[in-house]
RNA sequence: GCGGGCGUGGUGGAAUGGUAGACACACCGGACUUAAAAUCCGGAGGGAGUAUUCCCGUGCGGGUUCGAGUCCCGCCGCCCGCACCA
């Protein structure tokens, strides 16, 4: 037996018809033992799996089959996230029907996730392009139409006039339209929305308690919602045209307002507006503004520019004084009011701007230590600290006490019979636009009646199913232009009506899938029951990409289905993880061509690495490392690794390279070295049983000191693996189970000598092994786990329970530093008193003849660590 | 510009303020073999020395400490996110 491999190829798929027969991995909601939620962001059903989903989803399975064997009854799922564009293009360059297409990819995907034997209760697949779950997220957008928590309104997309089509923004590169190739428009549609913006605060404040997230995501999720505190503040119009009297705008920075030298409106500014329809200059400049608008990468270069209006206001502080009206570029509509003070003096934008202009540029913060009379600004704004000066009653106070001066001024005077200045936050994140002018997509369950107006689909009538018998030989929205689909008559008067065409955000679906996947196949939405015990997931696993929308967008949606009635709960994920991305070396032939590592064969020549052609034998250039990408061709497809090393060398090598949360450099050579791993574990293994049936009926003699040794360092090793995997510090507990691995080979090959005590150590280490890989190399630890004679499944068996006596040494050995130094070390009784180990050190010999006569002016002993003496 | 992270051998990376480089990959040497592969044993941060051993060493410069890769201050470099947000 000891002569035969391993054979992944022959007994991985064994194990997963093992696992799948005997549904090891079904997961019973009514099941008594603690709940535990591990999850993996589901994937886009492209048709293969790519090396990102072999990492995202070995870590995932790794936590799912630990904490199975702790005990837990583990929840580990997996769906598809299957509505989407990508199978909108498939049918317009392949004339492929969408649904067939995604559901083709589906089942392909499957297979390949199958084959590398994660631990996932199948009987949970959910598939967001599925009436079966969209019509619960159709009957959830009515609750939430109904609790006021989705509004319509008017709102900007990108237009491609000759695709007839809106266009997502990375659809857009340089302005135009990524298939038609034609400049892009600005048009305004009436769209749904998830007034999101209203829980603002509560995102931003709940996430102090997210204290298993990342701290990345968490400050990304801040600066996305982007709170800022200020004051709105309104100036009084010197002439009052056009029916406004006054002009609002919003400043964090009221402590300034003695610098205030211009006002600036945006060009959305509805005074902007009024103000250009009988002025064609200013409605020219407001056109241009619009189209550098939409060259989002010029904005940053771009000059600050502007244009003079007529209007004046009153400075709200200075007796007298009035300050120009801009129209300005760099004024955003949709934050704040749309309109600025401008301070030159200190704010940068304001200061390019007024130097053009030529503006006034006078400071009023004044740096510390900086002579007031002097103290001038070039084309640096001074934004830091410092005392308000030229400022009549802010003079003298700092910043802080001086935007508090300014608010209770301001608030208590009045315009227009409102308090001149109001505190006001503000922030950067605005509501979620949920409509999509896309077919293959959920569709928002809404009917337009010319009588009674928009009106939702009675909840009997759910779903509305998306047709698909389809036609994309229009351009535009195929739903749209769907013969009868959206021709239907008015529930409330019977009418003839019209279907809403919009479809749903894609992050609707994944915003709640997480808690369908408690109850799949109910038909409400969520059991709350259920959910509320699964929810939150307990672990969370993803791509930092989508670090922001998808789990913002699931943090409102949990809220708003708890509003709804649908949950008990805010947020839906107690521990999150971000994992890094998977790299390899890029190739290029020496006419510049990308080569694929499957190309390429390599030599090593005089301790140089280098890489030919297969075929030509042409010399390669091997390039930086990359993330895997199409365009470079440097990536390896999972199926051809899984064929070849079979899916535990894989898995084990993507989590022994990297620490998980950092990039991770795949490499031929280090799965070679994780498939070479398990054979030695294999050949340990049965080394190990061919030892005992060698030694049946040898005496067991009493535990030597050899043995307790062994003991010692399997113990240790299934308390840090465990310690580790629950830290997902999965490159350590692969590193812990290499020195231990290491620990039980040289102990077998001294065991002939002299069975007993030693062999039933060996024994009791290997068993303990296979259990310490068998969340990272399932198949593998099946296999062995049977050649140990065992005859349950090790998916099934609870993890080495430690005994704690074996965790303690009961001598230690310190190191001796002389000097900080390391220059000895010495073994002593654990928990000597000080005094003695003092004296003990001081009475080495070589410790003497370090010191030459030179007496110790101090001994540190920091007990069972270490020992310094200072001379 | 703002925010976050990271700099340790040839490489990926270990190291509660306490022996820097665990473990692996690559490399070199040896054993086995007709040979190769596989496997096993051994070596290895740099420098000096036959050697016991000594000196230097965690991006750079300071500081705190008996002791700093780790903590503090100031630089340099790289990566990521956001960005005309008033």
Redesign the pocket.
């Known amino acids: 037996m000891s002569g035969e491999r391993y054979n992944p190829r022959e007994m991985e798929p064994r194990w997963q018809k093992v696992w799948a027969d005997r549904q090891s991995f079904v997961t019973r909601n009514d099941d008594p033992r603690e709940p535990y939620y591990v999850l993996e962001m589901f994937p886009y059903p492209s048709g293969r799996i790519h090396m990102g989903h072999v990492r995202n989803y070995t870590l995932g399975d790794v936590v799912a089959r630990f904490q199975r064997a702790k005990g837990k009854n583990v929840l580990h799922p997996m769906g598809w996230d299957a509505f989407g564009l990508p199978a909108e293009n498939a049918a317009l360059e392949r004339k492929l029907n969408p649904g067939a297409w995604t559901r083709q990819n589906i089942a392909a995907m499957k297979k390949q996730l199958q084959s590398m034997g994660l631990s996932i209760d199948w009987t949970r697949e959910i598939s967001t392009c599925e009436p079966d779950y969209y019509r619960h997220q159709q009957s959830m957008f009515i609750d939430m139409l109904e609790a006021g928590l989705i509004t319509r309104k008017k709102s900007k997309v990108n237009w491609d006039p000759v695709d007839m089509t809106v266009l997502a923004n990375e659809q857009v590169i340089d302005g135009r339209g990524w298939r038609s190739g034609v400049p892009v428009e600005q048009r305004e549609l009436t769209q749904w929305f998830f007034k999101i913006s209203e829980y603002a605060e509560d995102l931003l404040s709940a996430l102090d308690g997210l204290t298993e997230w990342p701290?990345?995501v968490r400050?990304?999720q801040r600066?996305?919602i982007?709170k800022?505190e200020?004051l709105r503040l309104r100036f009084e119009l010197v002439d009052s045209p056009l029916h406004a009297s006054n002009i609002e705008?919003?400043?964090?920075?009221p402590d300034t307002i003695f610098g205030a030298s211009f006002i600036a409106l945006?060009p959305d500014h509805p005074l902007t507006t009024a103000l250009a329809a009988d002025n064609p200059a200013l409605s020219e400049f407001v056109a241009e503004c619009r189209r550098?608008g939409t060259a989002t990468q010029a904005?940053?270069t771009?000059e600050?520019r502007g244009y003079k209006t007529p209007l004046m206001v009153k400075h709200p502080a200075v007796e007298g004084a009035v300050l120009p009206v801009y129209v300005a570029?760099?004024?955003?509509?949709d934050?704040?009011?749309?309109?600025?003070?401008g301070?030159p003096a200190h704010?940068q934008?304001d200061l390019d701007f007024a130097r053009k202009y030529d503006l006034a540029v006078k400071p009023v913060v004044l740096p510390p230590g900086a002579d007031a009379a002097s103290f001038a600004v070039d084309d640096i704004a001074y934004t830091d600290t410092g005392t308000i000066f030229h400022s009549g009653f802010l003079d003298g106070l700092s910043i802080e006490d001086a935007k508090k001066a300014a608010a209770a001024h301001f608030a208590a005077r009045s315009v227009d019979g409102q308090p001149q200045g109001q505190i006001e936050v503000?922030y950067?994140l605005r509501d979620w636009g949920l409509s999509r002018q896309r077919y293959w997509g959920a569709p928002i369950p809404m009917i337009h009646c010319e009588v009674c107006g928009t009106i939702p689909v009675p909840k009997k009538d759910l779903p509305v199913v998306l047709p698909e018998d389809v036609s994309f030989d229009k351009p535009g929205n195929a739903l749209d232009h769907h013969p009868s689909w959206k021709h239907v008559q008015c529930p409330q008067c019977g009418a003839p009506a019209q279907r809403e065409t919009d479809t749903m955000d894609t992050f609707v679906d994944s915003s709640w899938y997480f808690a369908r996947f408690t109850a799949p196949h109910a038909d409400t939405p969520t059991i709350p029951a259920i959910a509320n015990r699964w929810l939150p997931v307990d672990q969370y696993i993803g791509g930092?990409e989508h670090?922001?929308l998808h789990l913002l967008y699931s943090r409102f949606f949990t809220r708003a289905m708890k509003a709804t009635g649908h949950v008990g709960l805010e947020e839906p994920f107690k521990g999150m993880f971000t994992q890094g991305m998977v790299t390899h070396e890029t190739y290029k032939s020496e006419d510049g061509r990308w080569l694929s590592p499957e190309e390429v064969r390599f030599e090593?020549l005089e301790?140089q690495?280098q890489a030919f052609e297969i075929g030509s034998d042409s010399l390669v250039r091997i390039g930086p490392v990359e993330k895997i990408s199409k365009s470079k061709r440097n990536g390896t497809d999972p199926d051809d690794i899984l064929k070849v090393y079979g899916a535990d060398a894989a898995r084990w090598f993507i989590l022994?390279?990297?620490?998980p949360e950092?990039?991770?450099?795949w490499?031929e050579?280090?799965v070679?070295?994780a498939s070479?791993?398990q054979?030695?574990i294999w050949?340990l293994v049965s080394d190990t049983v061919e030892l005992t049936a060698r030694s049946a009926g040898t005496a067991r003699m009493a535990a030597d000191a050899e043995a307790t040794a062994l003991r010692k360092i399997v113990h240790r090793a299934v308390h840090n693996v465990a310690a580790d995997i629950d830290g997902l510090?999965f490159?350590?507990a692969?590193?812990q189970i290499?020195?231990l691995t290491?620990a039980l080979?040289?102990s077998a090959?001294l065991v002939t000598a002299s069975p007993g005590a030693r062999l039933a150590a060996l024994e009791e280490g290997v068993t303990c092994l296979v259990q310490l890989i068998a969340p990272m190399m399932p198949h593998l630890a099946e296999t062995c786990w049977s050649v140990l004679g065992k005859h349950e499944l090790v998916a099934d068996v609870l993890w080495p329970a430690v005994d704690p006596a074996l965790l303690v040494d009961d001598e230690v050995?310190l190191?001796i530093?002389i000097?900080?130094?390391?220059?000895s070390?010495i073994t002593v009784a654990k928990g000597l008193p000080s005094a003695e180990v003092e004296q003990r050190v001081l009475s080495l010999d070589e410790i003497i003849r370090?010191l030459d006569g030179k007496a110790a002016k101090?001994i540190?002993v920091?007990p069972d660590?270490?020992v310094?003496v200072?001379v």
């Open positions: 701290d990345k400050t990304m600066n996305w982007g800022s200020g705008v919003f400043t964090t920075r945006s550098m904005i940053e771009a600050k570029n760099f004024v955003l509509m934050y704040g009011t749309g309109a600025i003070f301070c704010d934008r503000n950067r930092v670090a922001i090593t301790g690495r022994s390279d990297s620490p950092r990039d991770v450099e490499t050579a280090g070679e070295g070479r791993f054979q030695r050949r510090r490159n350590r692969v590193a290499y020195e290491n080979i040289r090959g050995t190191p530093q000097n900080g130094k390391r220059r070390e370090i101090k540190v920091v660590r270490i310094n200072v």
